[in-house]
């Protein structure tokens, strides 16, 4: 009994030691060696591309917040995926006001092609400047600083800029909402850290930045043509080192994504990321799954003791005092993450979330395997 106690203690603080180190580099990256490293006085030109699908509504709200930014030098490439009239004669009216616009479409009826990427391709061709920046329709800068602060990292030996983007959390009242704010929240602070120790394995498109010439140093996206995702993980790991790419995470970065339905979004997006995870380095994966066992194996550690002990108090005071300052641990260091990554706090169904998550994510390998042809494109 007192052996099962033993080792439910270690591993429950085994569990609380990787998850605060976790958090603590996160937030000294934020709050310190955010603030206090090298940026460059001299800001680059870049051209921001903006890959649209039938999005003229969100084009209208948000492409002037792109073209209004507090920025000497730079060029807007709107590349409309089968847009539709109303949406050119849009476009149209923007580029007689704004003379660094420039409107480019992707041929209609195109197959054995991912769109996404096409429209990428597309971009970078037509882009003026060595430096691009992505971003999607559907993406709202949440300031005019949010190129500068991007492009300030482009310092001598610096290629690739990694930024961060989150869907609108206040706007998510559907149920299960706290379980989609914890997965968006771990599954960003995981590859986030992976990156700011100089691993990085995964980006967005929806704010991602780089030098146009390793697009074309890897054949842009020819390794993984047959593939209908991958442009923000598989091809990243491609031109990301740990030496030459550096993450930008101020508030005024950040960009906030619109989604109409924000639970298909977050399932859709699982889906890609799940399939194209075994593609990148798993380092970050294996050791997430190790400590979820590590986790579960603690709390059966715990709960077979109690049950040995009953009705004897004193172990079972242990056992539950043990299982308390754990979740109270782990429910403060998520709401840490949480507030770097401007998510909104989670707090009493952190636990239940975070014991239920290698089961959920389970059941988005069962999902995947049953849309497994979606993920290939098809040559004919």
Same mark, same amino acid.
């Not at 439910?8 to 709050?31: E, M």
């Not at 209908?228 to 740990?242: H, S």
């Given at each position: 009994?007192?052996?099962?106690?033993?080792?439910?203690?270690? &591993?429950?603080?085994?569990?609380?030691? @990787?998850? @605060?180190?976790?958090?603590?580099?996160?937030?000294?990256?934020?709050?310190?060696?955010?603030?206090?490293?090298?940026?460059?006085?001299?800001?680059?030109?870049?051209?921001?591309?903006?890959?649209?699908?039938?999005?003229?509504?969100? &084009?209208?709200?948000?492409?002037?917040?792109?073209?209004?930014?507090?920025?000497?030098?730079?060029?807007?490439?709107?590349?409309?995926?089968?847009?539709?009239?109303?949406?050119?004669?849009?476009?149209?009216?923007?580029?007689?006001?704004?003379?660094?616009?420039?409107?480019?479409?992707?041929?209609?009826?195109?197959?054995?092609?991912?769109?996404?990427?096409?429209? &990428?391709?597309?971009?970078?061709?037509?882009?003026?400047?060595?430096?691009?920046?992505?971003?999607?329709?559907?993406?709202?800068?949440?300031?005019?600083?949010?190129?500068? %602060?991007?492009?300030?990292?482009?310092?001598?030996?610096?290629?690739?800029?990694?930024?961060?983007?989150?869907?609108?959390?206040?706007?998510?009242?559907?149920?299960?909402?706290?379980?989609?704010?914890?997965?968006?929240?771990?599954?960003?602070?995981?590859?986030?850290?992976?990156?700011?120790?100089?691993?990085?394995?995964?980006?967005?498109?929806?704010?991602?930045?780089?030098?146009?010439?390793?697009?074309?140093?890897?054949?842009?996206?020819?390794?993984?043509?047959?593939?209908?995702?991958?442009?923000?993980?598989?091809?990243?790991?491609?031109?990301?080192?740990?030496?030459?790419?550096?993450?930008?995470?101020?508030?005024?970065?950040?960009?906030?994504?619109?989604?109409?339905?924000?639970?298909?979004?977050?399932?859709?997006?699982?889906?890609?990321?799940?399939?194209?995870?075994?593609?990148?380095?798993?380092?970050?994966?294996?050791?997430?799954?190790?400590?979820?066992?590590?986790? @579960?194996?603690?709390?059966?550690?715990?709960?077979?003791?109690?049950?040995?002990?009953?009705?004897?108090?004193?172990?079972?005071?242990?056992?539950?005092?043990?299982?308390?300052?754990? @979740?109270?641990?782990?429910?403060?260091?998520?709401?840490?993450?949480?507030?770097?990554?401007?998510?909104?706090?989670?707090? %009493?169904?952190?636990?239940?979330?975070?014991?239920?998550?290698?089961?959920?994510?389970?059941?988005?390998?069962?999902?995947?395997?049953?849309?497994?042809?979606?993920?290939?494109?098809?040559?004919?």
């Amino acid at each position: 009994m007192w052996g099962l106690l033993a080792g439910g203690f270690v &591993l429950g603080l085994v569990y609380v030691i @990787w998850r @605060w180190l976790g958090c603590r580099r996160l937030s000294q990256f934020v709050n310190v060696t955010e603030q206090n490293r090298e940026y460059t006085d001299e800001l680059p030109p870049v051209s921001v591309i903006v890959d649209a699908c039938n999005e003229t509504d969100q &084009l209208v709200r948000f492409l002037p917040l792109v073209l209004n930014q507090d920025y000497p030098e730079y060029d807007v490439v709107v590349i409309a995926d089968g847009a539709a009239e109303a949406t050119s004669d849009m476009l149209s009216e923007m580029k007689a006001q704004h003379p660094n616009l420039h409107i480019t479409f992707t041929p209609h009826g195109t197959r054995s092609l991912s769109r996404k990427k096409l429209a &990428l391709m597309i971009g970078i061709k037509a882009a003026s400047h060595e430096i691009i920046l992505t971003t999607n329709a559907n993406c709202r800068p949440t300031s005019d600083q949010w190129l500068r %602060l991007m492009m300030r990292n482009f310092v001598e030996g610096t290629d690739v800029v990694l930024g961060y983007s989150h869907y609108r959390y206040h706007r998510d009242k559907r149920w299960a909402r706290h379980w989609r704010i914890l997965d968006t929240v771990t599954t960003g602070a995981q590859w986030l850290r992976s990156a700011i120790a100089h691993r990085p394995y995964r980006g967005v498109t929806d704010n991602l930045a780089y030098r146009k010439h390793l697009f074309f140093d890897v054949n842009g996206f020819a390794d993984t043509m047959n593939l209908t995702w991958g442009e923000d993980d598989v091809f990243l790991c491609q031109i990301a080192r740990g030496d030459n790419t550096r993450v930008e995470l101020s508030p005024e970065s950040q960009l906030s994504v619109y989604y109409e339905n924000i639970l298909r979004a977050h399932r859709l997006l699982r889906t890609r990321r799940d399939f194209t995870s075994r593609m990148v380095p798993r380092r970050a994966f294996i050791e997430h799954a190790l400590m979820s066992w590590v986790l @579960w194996i603690a709390h059966a550690l715990l709960v077979a003791a109690a049950v040995i002990a009953w009705p004897c108090a004193i172990p079972l005071i242990a056992a539950a005092v043990t299982l308390i300052a754990l @979740w109270i641990t782990v429910i403060i260091v998520t709401r840490r993450e949480c507030k770097l990554l401007q998510a909104p706090p989670i707090r %009493l169904t952190v636990p239940l979330l975070t014991l239920a998550r290698p089961i959920i994510n389970f059941k988005y390998r069962i999902r995947e395997l049953r849309h497994k042809k979606s993920n290939y494109t098809t040559y004919i």
